[in-house]
């Protein structure tokens, strides 16, 4: 058996069971909701069309939960103009689980039980980003005999304090001397050294009286000598 309902301005075939995402709608997970303006009613020996809607026909749904829906970007641009915006929205949605139909002389009951347990929540287990406590738990009295009764043993796990002991190398290891600067490397070079004494500098006229003296047997010849015999 199915139905055509309409709630937030827009039509949805539902059955029993089914999960419903509609526009928003007020109220708290595990709240009943019914939905009076149904226009169809069927199943496989016909339908009854309501004008515009069918009389006592009426759709019982659970709320799960109120979420955003998935994000939406809006992008404007002029051109030639430089003007570009770019916006997000998420739209506020319900999710529903049909439970009953009645209308037409007919009915239909889903028997199963409701989950509330949001999407995030769901999308988050199924990451391994929380863990489900629940089916740990149910796990855990499963493996366990009904006659047995757990009981947490703590151990001591203090024992002696070990203090280790310092070991030193037979063999010691000798130390490198400091290196030496540059300059206190020339400093040392200049104490150790004698210090050479320069040569006194001989000037140019006394070097060619040297010179000229040599070359005429180790006496100068001047032109300024007075001759023999007292002339002047």
Not at 11 to 22: E, M
Not at 36 to 49: R, S
């Amino acid at each position: 058996m199915y139905a055509v309902i309409k709630t937030g301005g827009k039509q949805y075939r539902v059955q029993p069971g089914d999960v419903l995402v509609v526009e928003k709608l007020q109220g708290e997970p595990g709240d009943e909701i019914r939905f009076d303006h149904v226009l169809l009613v069927g199943d496989e020996a016909g339908a009854v069309v309501g004008a515009p809607t069918v009389e006592g026909a009426t759709v019982t749904a659970a709320l799960v939960e109120t979420r955003k829906g998935e994000k939406v970007k809006i992008f404007k641009k002029i051109r030639r103009q430089g003007y570009r915006r770019t916006r997000g929205h998420r739209q506020p949605e319900t999710v529903l689980r049909v439970l009953s139909l009645n209308g037409g002389g007919k009915s239909a009951k889903w028997d199963g039980a409701v989950d509330l347990t949001p999407r995030a929540t769901l999308v988050a287990r199924s990451r391994g980003l929380v863990p489900n406590v629940g089916a740990g738990v149910a796990r855990a009295a499963a493996l366990t005999p009904a006659g047995v009764e757990a009981v947490d043993v703590v151990e001591d796990v203090a024992g002696p304090v070990v203090h280790a002991a310092v070991v030193e190398h037979g063999d010691a290891v000798a130390a490198e001397a400091p290196k030496k600067s540059r300059a206190k490397k020339a400093e040392a070079a200049e104490a150790e050294a004698p210090a050479a004494e320069a040569a006194p500098k001989k000037t140019r006229a006394k070097k060619a009286a040297d010179d000229e003296g040599d070359l005429f047997g180790g006496e100068t010849k001047s032109d300024d000598a007075a001759p023999e015999g007292g002339e002047a």
